[in-house]
């Protein structure tokens, strides 16, 4: 499985953008399609992740602001995020979750990741 995220860039407090990230290859083996975010000096955290059936998790930070998709027809998942602030200033990252067997029959299970694109919040 492939990734490729877009829709990041700079912003001002208070205000919007969406995230998309298109997926390529297996894609009917992503069980789960993820967002992380990396700040400056620090570790990369979950952020929001959303299930094939739609369900969805977020991290306390951002519940209530961010909102996270997936449309399993165009093989995308979408983070739209709102009432921004600066310390969701970071990298964010699609990670597809999920796993397949092989021709003889072996599970293998993944993570795959895109490149991250880049949010800016700030005046």
């Known amino acids: 499985v492939q990734l490729q995220a877009s829709g990041g860039g700079l912003v001002r407090p208070g205000g919007s953008l969406r995230l998309s990230c298109a997926a390529s290859g297996r894609v009917s083996s992503i069980d789960v399609m993820e967002w992380y975010r990396q700040a400056p000096g620090k570790e990369r955290e979950l952020v929001a992740d959303v299930t094939r059936g739609g369900s969805a998790k977020y991290d306390d930070s951002v519940k209530g602001r961010f909102t996270v998709t997936r449309d399993n027809a165009k093989n995308t998942a979408y983070l739209q995020m709102t009432s921004l602030k600066p310390e969701d200033t970071a990298v964010y990252y699609c990670?597809?979750?999920?796993?397949?067997?092989?021709?003889?029959?072996?599970?293998?299970?993944?993570?795959?990741w895109g490149r991250g694109t880049q949010v800016t919040v700030s005046y």
């Open positions: 990670a597809a979750n999920g796993g397949y067997y092989t021709d003889d029959g072996a599970p293998v299970r993944y993570r795959n």
